[in-house]
């Protein structure tokens, strides 16, 4: 199948000379219609300017970007106005116009096209219906809460039926609860309307709620792609395991004897192995620091642990560690 | 200059001059302020509109010498004192207007002297709107004709009142020098029989006016302003 949405090559740097920053290098990546797909990194990794090079709001230096096949950069701008339409965005701080109430910021993309304005206003009370907020028509902006804002700005991204949704760090000023919200309502809305998600966040956990499929950006760089589960559970570039295990430092003379590095990917379900090792094995290690999450029941993360100081007890403990599924164990110190 | 009431035929006579000529000299005070800033307005914004939109990276760039020329313009203008321009300008008039004394022909210089400070002010005005709801009209499609419309200026719709009450308070102050070559108003009163003719009392009177004038649009202008303004609406 033909994807929705193509990325060939793309380049772009911003600045000149010394100051000069190359913000994407190369980066191809294909989205098929239907999916939601994430892209994560770090700030500073290209995944803004990413996003925005899809619409063009950002024109690449070099590179194609293809929706149904057309290449957006070849197109007179005309066309690339209506094609806009169909490639709506959500963006992290709502961008609504706060001179118009909620109803008429839906309004607003149906204006430009032409619509009458009854038909319009009918249109939007529905998408505010969609949104669940029927009641808030007539607010303004202001009088809105942050969650609010950002299903007013998801109404008024879908008033043009679009086939493709961007949203740029749609969740990202909101508090864990809206967001699990408003993600819901994207995978709603993305299931019953048949839209693409196109979404960039910093957030694992927004990739592991909703997205089909991730592309993980590294200086500008895809370091990965592929299935959130393969990628998260197994990820193959040092980008990616630095993301499911973020590097936990050593807490300075915590310890003076060896140290092991415990890395979960996912598959060590419930196991308490720390206490395993001491039922089985006799062996007391003590936790010196861990950035471990739990995601749907499986543990993703590192943790560092102190090893005894013989030899021969030591790599029976790795050994043993080791045995278990997702788990990944290694002397550091 | 501040010994007004000392003798009371003097002020008998001034007061005689206030009674017959003050309510002529609002009026034509009040006329040609409209008709200087709306032309003023018909030419600063559209000026200020392409600052903003044609620059590098604006919703629709404009050749780097285009931009070029208008601020020289622009500044220029703004840095030649009114009384200067105006005197520069007096030959225009009675090419436009057709004479170079009277109220008529104080309008061009005017215009001329209030259209970049309102081009500037219009400027800045539409820089204050976030350039997030401007890209996000752009990725809706909205074409730079639209942005401008119906996005930048009435986002900004609340500073521009606020910059066209400021303009106008400008004008009625370029008005007294107006009153040197003939133009009307409170400002020739104040000037003419004021100044010229030592009739204080007259002066003291017509600047009064024309401050309870400026009053008068200030208070207006920030009330509009507030009024218009859906961000300053309490949450419910």
């Not at chain 1, 927004?206 to 950006?217: D, G």
């Not at chain 2, 020098?177 to 400002?187: C, H, S």
């Amino acid at each position: 199948m033909e994807p929705i949405v193509e990325l060939r090559g793309l380049s772009k740097t911003f600045g000149s000379g010394a100051e000069q920053v190359a913000a994407l290098q190369d980066v191809s990546v294909q989205v098929e219609a239907g999916e939601i797909f994430g892209i994560i990194g770090l700030s500073g990794a290209g995944k803004s300017t990413l996003v925005r090079c899809i619409n063009l709001l950002e024109r690449p230096d070099a590179g194609k970007v293809l929706f149904h096949g057309e290449d957006l950069m070849a197109m007179p701008t005309r066309r690339l106005r209506q094609v806009r339409r169909k490639i709506s965005m959500i963006f992290q701080s709502f961008n609504l116009l706060e001179q118009r109430t909620a109803l008429d910021n839906i309004c607003f993309p149906l204006e430009l096209e032409g619509v009458p304005r009854a038909k319009a206003k009918t249109r939007a009370r529905e998408l505010l219906e969609i949104v669940g907020l029927p009641d808030k028509a007539g607010a303004y902006p202001v009088q809105l809460s942050g969650g609010q804002k950002q299903r007013i700005a998801i109404a008024r991204a879908l008033a043009s039926n679009p086939e493709v949704l961007l949203c740029d760090e749609a969740t990202s000023a909101l508090d864990p609860q809206t967001t699990n919200s408003i993600l819901n309502l994207l995978q709603t809305i993305s299931r019953e309307r048949k839209i693409t998600v196109i979404l960039i966040t910093h957030q694992m956990s927004v990739i592991e709620q909703i997205c089909n499929r991730v592309a993980i950006l590294d200086s500008g760089v895809v370091a990965e792609i592929g299935e959130v589960e393969r990628v998260f559970s197994n990820p193959q570039s040092a980008a990616g395991r630095r993301l499911v295990s973020p590097e936990v430092p050593l807490p300075l003379s915590a310890w003076e004897g060896p140290v092991a590095r415990i890395a979960f990917n996912g598959n060590a379900s419930e196991e308490p192995i720390i206490a395993e090792v001491a039922m089985e094995k006799g062996i007391k290690l003590s936790i010196l620091g861990a950035d471990t999450r739990n995601v749907d029941g499986k543990a993703f993360g590192t943790m560092l642990v102190s090893l005894p100081e013989d030899p021969a007890r030591r790599q029976d403990v790795l050994d043993y560690l080791n045995h278990f599924d997702g788990v990944t164990a290694e002397v550091i110190q | 200059m501040f010994d007004l009431f000392s003798d009371p035929v003097k002020v008998a006579n001034q007061m005689q001059i206030i009674y017959s000529e003050y309510g002529f000299a609002i009026w034509e005070t009040l006329y040609s302020l409209a008709l200087e800033a709306a032309f003023a307005y018909l030419i600063g914004l559209p000026l200020g509109v392409l600052l903003v939109t044609g620059e590098k990276g604006g919703v629709k760039p404009l050749p780097k010498p285009i931009m070029t020329v208008m601020n020289v313009v622009i500044n220029l203008l703004r840095s030649v004192p009114f009384l200067i321009l105006m005197i520069i300008c007096l030959p225009l008039s009675k090419v436009i207007v057709g004479t170079k004394v009277g109220t008529i022909a104080t309008i061009p210089p005017m215009v001329i002297a209030a259209f970049p400070l309102v081009a500037r002010m219009v400027e800045g005005s539409l820089r204050e709107v976030d350039q997030g709801v401007v890209e996000a009209a752009q990725s809706m499609g909205a074409s730079p004709w639209q942005i401008v419309t119906k996005v930048m200026l009435p986002e900004a719709l609340p500073s521009l009142i606020s910059g066209c009450t400021i303009t106008v308070a400008t004008i009625l102050g370029y008005g007294a020098m107006a009153g040197i070559i003939g133009g009307g108003g409170l400002g020739q009163i104040a000037i003419n029989y004021g100044y010229y003719n030592f009739k204080f009392l007259v002066m003291w009177i017509a600047v009064i006016g024309l401050v309870v004038l400026v009053q008068i649009f200030q208070s207006l202008g920030t009330w509009l302003s507030v009024k218009c303004d859906k961000r300053l609406r309490n949450r419910k």
